[in-house]
């Protein structure tokens, strides 16, 4: 499935109203970057994406297989990479119920890196640029 989004910034430094195909929102930088931190900035938008996205994914497989694991919270952290060799994301996954099984345990590993932004993040990327 194709997305497509575009991003348009104006005179305001660095606020970018971001468009998808039925919504709307901003993103900005921190006040020390230049900005005035109104609204996310790009890279919160990231780590967002793989949080939001691995939830999503676990929910929907735990209402399929009818388990009741109560709230799902993911936590994720971009590291600040150094030498700006390699992203490293850090997620962290919990259950409010506690008496998961094990078995459980290790089939939700595996569904948490079948979440569709986890692959996209594990393979390689291309990005082609053209201006117009």
Not at 94 to 121: G, Y
Request: contains cysteine; glycine residues 2%.
């Amino acid at each position: 499935m194709d997305v497509n989004v575009s991003a348009h910034i104006s005179k305001e430094l660095y606020l970018t109203k971001i468009k998808t195909e039925r919504h709307e929102f901003l993103v900005d930088e921190p006040i020390d970057k230049g900005g005035k931190d109104v609204a996310p900035k790009p890279t919160e938008f990231l780590a967002a994406s793989l949080a939001s996205c691995t939830a999503i994914t676990l929910k929907m497989y735990t209402e399929r297989k009818a388990w009741d694991v109560g709230e799902i919270v993911v936590d994720v952290t971009l590291l600040d990479d150094a030498d700006k060799s390699k992203s490293i994301f850090n997620r962290s996954i919990r259950f409010s119920k506690t008496d998961i099984p094990e078995e459980q345990m290790k089939r939700f590993q595996h569904i948490a890196n079948a979440c569709p932004v986890h692959k996209i993040l594990e393979n390689s990327v291309i990005i082609n640029t053209e201006f117009k």
